[in-house]
């Protein structure tokens, strides 16, 4: 056998090997594309609010309570600051949207007031579909939330009720969201977490759909139509606490230990625009 013969053969070898490494690579690709798609669910509505009303009406009190207060209260992670149930704080703005503004004001001692609505005592559910449209508010030290607790938290208290967060975001980082669970034994900075990225965009300049889909041993979350976390039993370090009815809460908190404190560059006031709230539940 010639050194051309050779040479050809050795190439041939060489080439085949690249393909074969390309073909496996390709199909590799193909079962992670797989698995991060969600099987079609058949998903019907149930629950919604629309914040349809007139501008300067607070949210419907037979879908929403408001906390009031502070940390003081029992809850709160060292925020700044007092949760208000006024019209300046959670109202309509006559558009189809409800606006939770941020304001820097002195109030019962707090130096920014801010509002948290919920549904606790109202409306609860343990698994299906929860999804906001919103836009966020941006800055250092603002931290808006969408987000779900344990229905039991009053009897079983935090973490073993159980949190589920579809969306927090620190105002210093306007293009990352993220989405947490908090259980016994994965609670406050040892939860279990994953951010979701915007590149060239962030989440204050335009609304963003935010959801999860919650089953019996599965939570998958999404931005829009992506699909970028599953979290499931296996996944936890600590019990599964998510087989139970959960209510919603929508808040912009200032200040904080998952955020820092406001900065001379965060503007005020300051608001999370909500379009809309639904759940669904599947139909079969």
Same mark, same amino acid.
């Given at each position: 056998m010639n050194n051309i013969t050779i040479k050809l053969l050795t190439t041939h070898r060489l080439s085949m090997a690249i393909l074969s490494l390309f073909i496996l690579f390709c199909l590799a690709g193909c079962k992670a594309d797989e698995e991060q798609m969600p099987p079609q669910r058949n998903w019907q509505l149930v629950w919604s609010d629309e914040f349809d009303g007139a501008s300067g009406t607070s949210p419907d009190p037979a879908k929403w309570v408001f906390d009031i207060g502070t940390g003081s209260?029992?809850?709160?992670?060292?925020?700044?600051?007092?949760?208000?149930?006024?019209?300046?704080?959670?109202?309509? *703005?006559?558009?189809?949207?409800?606006?939770?503004?941020?304001?820097?004001e002195t109030f019962s001692g707090a130096p920014f007031t801010s509002a948290r609505i919920k549904t606790q005592g109202l409306f609860a559910q343990a698994y299906g579909r929860f999804e906001a449209r919103l836009k966020t508010p941006y800055g250092p030290g603002l931290w808006p939330a969408f987000w779900l607790l344990g229905a039991d938290i009053e009897t079983v208290e935090w973490p073993q009720c159980g949190e589920i967060d579809i969306m927090e975001l620190r105002g210093q980082e306007p293009n990352i969201i993220n989405g947490t669970v908090h259980g016994p034994g994965y609670s406050g900075g040892a939860a279990i977490t994953q951010s979701f990225a915007l590149f060239n965009d962030r989440f204050d300049a335009d609304f963003h759909r935010y959801a999860i889909e919650w089953g019996k041993d599965y939570i998958d979350y999404f931005v829009d139509d992506t699909l970028y976390q599953r979290i499931t039993?296996? *996944?936890?370090?600590?019990?599964?606490?998510?087989? *139970?009815?959960?209510?919603?809460?929508?808040?912009v908190a200032v200040g904080g230990t998952y955020v820092g404190f406001p900065t001379s560059q965060t503007p005020f006031p300051q608001q999370m625009t909500v379009d809309y709230v639904r759940v669904y539940r599947e139909a079969n």
């Amino acid at each position: 056998m010639n050194n051309i013969t050779i040479k050809l053969l050795t190439t041939h070898r060489l080439s085949m090997a690249i393909l074969s490494l390309f073909i496996l690579f390709c199909l590799a690709g193909c079962k992670a594309d797989e698995e991060q798609m969600p099987p079609q669910r058949n998903w019907q509505l149930v629950w919604s609010d629309e914040f349809d009303g007139a501008s300067g009406t607070s949210p419907d009190p037979a879908k929403w309570v408001f906390d009031i207060g502070t940390g003081s209260n029992g809850w709160g992670n060292q925020e700044l600051q007092y949760y208000t149930g006024r019209p300046e704080n959670a109202s309509m *703005d006559g558009a189809g949207n409800l606006l939770i503004t941020a304001r820097r004001e002195t109030f019962s001692g707090a130096p920014f007031t801010s509002a948290r609505i919920k549904t606790q005592g109202l409306f609860a559910q343990a698994y299906g579909r929860f999804e906001a449209r919103l836009k966020t508010p941006y800055g250092p030290g603002l931290w808006p939330a969408f987000w779900l607790l344990g229905a039991d938290i009053e009897t079983v208290e935090w973490p073993q009720c159980g949190e589920i967060d579809i969306m927090e975001l620190r105002g210093q980082e306007p293009n990352i969201i993220n989405g947490t669970v908090h259980g016994p034994g994965y609670s406050g900075g040892a939860a279990i977490t994953q951010s979701f990225a915007l590149f060239n965009d962030r989440f204050d300049a335009d609304f963003h759909r935010y959801a999860i889909e919650w089953g019996k041993d599965y939570i998958d979350y999404f931005v829009d139509d992506t699909l970028y976390q599953r979290i499931t039993p296996d *996944d936890l370090p600590g019990e599964w606490v998510f087989d *139970d009815p959960f209510f919603i809460i929508l808040n912009v908190a200032v200040g904080g230990t998952y955020v820092g404190f406001p900065t001379s560059q965060t503007p005020f006031p300051q608001q999370m625009t909500v379009d809309y709230v639904r759940v669904y539940r599947e139909a079969n």
